[in-house]
């Protein structure tokens, strides 16, 4: 085997010294790289003890490390922003961007009440029409679906069968009846019937409640019930006597009621695979982040010489043999991580948007609370 050369003591960066190149054109990567291998080495016990790494191996434990704080903080800005980040370019680079909440994914949530509702959405709606024969009270609009050569299922979303309003039913806004049977009886054949006729301009509400009693009129005399639909299976109210007219309608495909709400754009945003943050800046990284960083390397460069020494976990020596610490340093570095990576979540917890704008409302009350204490000026004059 080759005599492989280990950590002679000191070392000198250059570009493409680690695997990934993420960080090499970086001018504090590159002053960092040499400082952090060094760093590591005195940790480990150089020069008290031989390091069995090279400098390369301190530059790929930098170089993960931060690439492992990228990414642990910009899942939690994904965490935090998703919502208001779908549908954005994916050619943005959101790293040093402050992201606003928007009303638009909100709004992109709700179109599908508006759709139901008829006042919106994203489902657009066709019209049809089906003619009215006499004596024929139901009508199978399915069927008519299969007739005009529609695949899929519709559901049919509003009925233009309905009765006239009550307003052109109202003869006269201006005019008032001694009885008040204005327009109510006209299904009766009494509607041209007035006694006393005034031209007394009455007040809005009069109109109001006028119109209202009108519609009243029409449920509880007429019973109002035009129609009813089950399964797209509509029945009309009265049975028609002729079949002059055509019943009119509304209605969705129910396939696009999916399609429509599907919006397939690989240019766009569509989950956290592909918001658009990079690998961090080093040089950007503050000294809170650069200590963590420096920490994770060593707890990475701690582990990789654990499993270099695990190739001989003894080594015989004139009358006795030396037992590594392979496991000792594999445990340690394996506990390091993970203590490490946690206190990163927390703090990234404690500075989340929510937890701030809690912590805001708190120092509000706190403060009220403090002012209260102040004694009032009390003036005597």
Excluded at 34 to 56: M, S
Excluded at 286 to 299: C, D, H, K, P
Excluded at 368 to 376: F, I
Aim: charged share 20%; aromatic share 12%.
């Amino acid at each position: 085997m080759a005599n492989i050369p280990i950590w002679p003591g000191s070392s000198s960066f250059s570009p493409g010294d680690t695997p990934f190149g993420f960080y090499d054109s970086d001018t504090s990567f590159q002053t960092d790289a040499n400082k952090v291998a060094n760093f590591c080495a005195r940790r480990l016990g150089y020069p008290l003890v031989e390091v069995e790494l090279q400098d390369i191996s301190f530059y790929a434990a930098f170089e993960e490390a931060i690439t492992t704080y990228g990414n642990e903080l910009y899942a939690y800005k994904i965490r935090d922003n998703q919502l208001s980040l779908e549908g954005l370019s994916t050619g943005s680079n959101l790293n040093t961007s402050i992201v606003t909440p928007s009303f638009e994914p909100i709004v992109r949530l709700t179109e599908q009440y508006g759709s139901e509702a008829g006042t919106g959405g994203n489902v657009p709606y066709h019209k049809g029409f089906i003619p009215v024969t006499a004596s024929i009270q139901d009508y199978d609009l399915k069927q008519w679906a299969e007739n005009e050569g529609i695949t899929g299922s519709i559901e049919i979303k509003r009925l233009f069968y309905q009765a006239s309003p009550a307003i052109v039913r109202y003869f006269d806004p201006y005019a008032g009846t001694g009885f008040g049977y204005q327009s109510l009886f006209d299904s009766f054949g009494f509607g041209s019937m007035s006694p006393a006729i005034n031209f007394l301009m009455m007040p809005l509400n009069y109109d109001l409640q006028t119109i209202q009693a009108i519609e009243l009129n029409d449920q509880i005399r007429r019973s109002n019930y035009s129609f009813e639909i089950k399964d797209n299976n509509v029945r009309i109210f009265p049975i028609p006597l002729t079949g002059s007219a055509n019943l009119h309608f509304e209605y969705i495909k129910r396939d696009e009621r999916i399609s429509e709400s599907v919006s397939n754009d690989p240019s766009k945003v569509s989950n956290v695979s592909n918001t658009p943050y990079t690998n961090p800046t080093y040089t950007s990284i503050n000294s809170v982040g650069r200590q963590w960083i420096f920490e994770y390397t060593l707890a990475l460069a701690k582990e990789m010489l654990g499993y270099v020494r695990g190739k001989y976990s003894n080594i015989p020596i004139p009358n006795s043999e030396v037992t590594l610490n392979q496991s000792d340093l594999i445990t340690a570095a394996t506990t390091e991580k993970t203590a490490l990576l946690e206190r990163l979540r927390v703090y990234f917890d404690e500075t989340s948007r929510k937890a701030l704008l809690e912590r805001r409302a708190q120092e509000t009350e706190f403060k009220q609370t403090e002012l209260k204490q102040v004694p009032y000026t009390i003036y005597i004059g």
